[in-house]
């Protein structure tokens, strides 16, 4: 279940932003599945981030001809892009990996611009995942996206198992 077709709750999520954004970065992309289907439904120009080389070889394999994508490694914890370079910044079951959420949560508010969008699905706290992984609670998830700097956090469960997270980064008016 890591990846969902036509029915992912980010695409969902994102057809209310559509003609809204054109620029994504996913965070966490494994072998891009999800920012595939975002060039296609969406027509996005976007990069697909993963800490895992073998897993960015294999999304770059499978780049489509109209070249609108690209794939790099890189940490979330790290990102290797200019301030605003984004519209919309994705994660789907990664959060739980970076090795400091918060630090990875402060990378994709850096990196998007002023009333950008994150949207993220992730495991729940309590769900079995590899050793030195951390799902978060909802209202852990919430907090550290309002310590990141986000506003407008929205947090809920989709079922027992997984997470939906919806944040907004302020615009300059809006900023405390």
Do not use: N
């Not at 965070?27 to 073998?54: N, Q, T, W, Y």
């Not at 897993?55 to 914890?77: C, D, H, M, N, W």
């Not at 998007?112 to 030195?132: E, I, M, Q």
């Amino acid at each position: 279940m890591e990846r969902e077709g036509e029915g992912h709750p980010i695409l969902l999520k994102l057809e209310s932003l559509k003609g809204e954004f054109r620029r994504v970065v996913d965070v966490g992309c494994g072998k891009g599945e999800l920012l595939f289907r975002m060039e296609e439904k969406f027509g996005v120009r976007g990069i697909g981030v993963d800490k895992k080389p073998s897993e960015i070889y294999a999304a770059a394999s499978k780049r489509g001809p109209s070249g609108k994508l690209s794939f790099l490694v890189q940490r979330a914890e790290e990102l290797g892009f200019a301030d605003g370079s984004f519209d919309v910044a994705v994660s789907s079951f990664s959060v739980h990996e970076f090795e400091d959420q918060l630090s990875g949560l402060r990378e994709i508010f850096r990196v998007l611009g002023d009333g950008g969008t994150f949207v993220c699905l992730d495991w729940t706290k309590g769900v079995k995942v590899a050793p030195g992984q951390r799902p978060l609670s909802p209202e852990e998830m919430e907090e550290l996206c309002r310590e990141a700097g986000f506003e407008d956090v929205f947090v809920r469960p989709l079922d027992e198992e997984r997470i939906l997270c919806i944040a907004k980064k302020p615009t300059p008016s809006r900023r405390r």
